[in-house]
């Protein structure tokens, strides 16, 4: 028999064979037909949502989920830095009670788990920043929302139940980012962020990529008129005129000129968090944009030293990029952060099922860190400390 009859003989074999069929009906039962979870509840892990998002959203708009910059390495960094860390559990703790519960800001939430803010919600699913905030709602969890957000603040605190962070990206004109920062203080907020790491632009090649295959019309969506909700009745040109010339002593203005906390988010050097404290910022986030604004080649666990060290307690530490693991959300708790942000992980979860997949995508987080805090012997957030991980040489 030559190797392609016998290969057709196997084949047709394999078809009739009830193994195939058993195989089939269980990859039905797991909600994988075509190899994507059909329900939020059959994910396993974040990134089980992220192929549903794949298939679901259109080509640029998926570019612009999944975009890093340069040829995509710092974003495989934001991965590749937490297997620098290994994990030391304690052994024959009592761990039937789990405390997760984390103080921000004299709030108290039920999980350091925090909402990054991201731009566009819209364009992943059309409930957008909503549904983002409905699930907040219900999984209880601090949201930040964009100043490039597809729906308006006050809308985003309605469907939240109460208010959101707001994160800046400053315009030149100083008079017209007020307006911004008094429309988000009118409207409740308790905090400010500022973001410090992409106003300069950057180069995305991989959604320019997607965006080549899209056959749709963008201009059709994408209009000259069409401002972002917190732009509404500023006098500013649209569209990606951010400010370059944010610096210090903007800081200090910000700080001067509104009762809201502020955080600076993007930093990632000990020197930078040290001036931040000694401009009276109330936090950091530790952050490099999702690997969406510099190609540093670094990964946020691995600033996160040195600022732990620079800030010595004294002001918040949240991070975030790349977090996708309860593991990785307990070593950057281990290295000092005080809360972690999440970004793509809720987005995936938002293409694909609207508010109850960001849910799932949460309530998955949660779990995972619940579950390695059992394993390595702490019962509550303050108990993890460095003696919970060793870097690896
Ligand atoms: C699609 C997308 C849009 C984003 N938009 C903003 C934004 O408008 N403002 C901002 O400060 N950060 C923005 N970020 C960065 C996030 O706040 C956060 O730093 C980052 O997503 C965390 O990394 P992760 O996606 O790997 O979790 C965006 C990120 C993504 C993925």
Redesign the pocket.
């Known amino acids: 028999m030559s190797h392609s009859e016998s290969r057709r003989q196997f084949l047709k074999y394999l078809a009739a064979s009830p193994v195939l069929a058993y195989a089939q009906s269980t990859r039905r039962y797991a909600g994988l037909g075509d190899g994507l979870i059909s329900t939020p509840e059959h994910a396993l892990n974040v990134f089980d949502f992220e192929s549903v998002a794949e298939s679901v959203l259109p080509p640029a708009h998926w570019g612009?989920?999944k975009t890093s910059i340069d040829d995509d390495a710092t974003?495989r960094r934001?991965r590749e830095g937490f297997t620098h860390y290994q994990l030391r559990p304690r052994r024959l703790i009592d761990v039937r009670q789990i405390d997760m519960s984390t103080e921000i800001f004299g709030k108290t939430w039920p999980t350091p788990i925090v909402i990054?803010?991201?731009?566009?919600n819209q364009a992943f699913h059309p409930e957008g920043e909503l549904a983002v905030a409905r699930a907040a709602r219900v999984k209880n969890h601090l949201q930040?929302i964009?100043?490039?957000?597809s729906t308006p603040i006050e809308d985003v605190i309605e469907a939240r139940g109460e208010p959101v962070w707001y994160?800046l990206?400053p315009r030149y004109d100083w008079t017209e980012t007020m307006k911004m920062v008094k429309r988000a203080e009118a409207a409740g907020c308790p905090a400010i962020?500022l973001?410090v790491d992409?106003t300069m632009g950057s180069n995305r090649e991989t959604v320019r990529r997607f965006a080549k295959l899209d056959e749709r019309d963008c201009a059709v969506c994408h209009t000259e008129e069409r401002k972002s909700p917190m732009h509404e009745g500023l006098n500013i040109p649209e569209r990606n005129d951010y400010s370059r010339s944010v610096d210090w002593e903007f800081v200090r203005r910000l700080r001067d000129a509104t009762s809201m906390k502020v955080l600076i988010?993007?930093i990632v050097r000990g020197d930078d968090a040290e001036l931040a404290v000694g401009d009276g910022v109330d936090g950091i986030?530790v952050?490099n944009?999702?690997?969406?604004a510099v190609a540093t080649d670094r990964s946020t666990i691995e600033c996160l030293p040195e600022i732990v060290s620079a800030v010595r307690g004294r002001i918040l530490v949240l991070v975030?990029?790349?977090?996708r693991r309860g593991t990785d959300l307990f070593k950057a708790l281990a290295l000092g952060a005080d809360a972690v942000?999440?970004?793509?992980?809720y987005?995936w979860g938002l293409a694909s099922f609207g508010q109850p997949g960001v849910e799932a995508v949460l309530e998955l987080l949660r779990a995972e860190l619940e579950l390695v805090m059992r394993q390595a012997g702490t019962t509550s957030i303050d108990q993890i400390d460095p003696t919970y991980i060793v870097a690896k040489h």
């Open positions: 612009y989920l974003i934001n990054a803010p991201t731009g566009s930040m964009s100043t490039v957000a994160q990206y962020a973001t992409n988010k993007g986030v952050s944009h999702g690997a969406r975030d990029s790349g977090f942000c999440i970004g793509r992980p987005l």
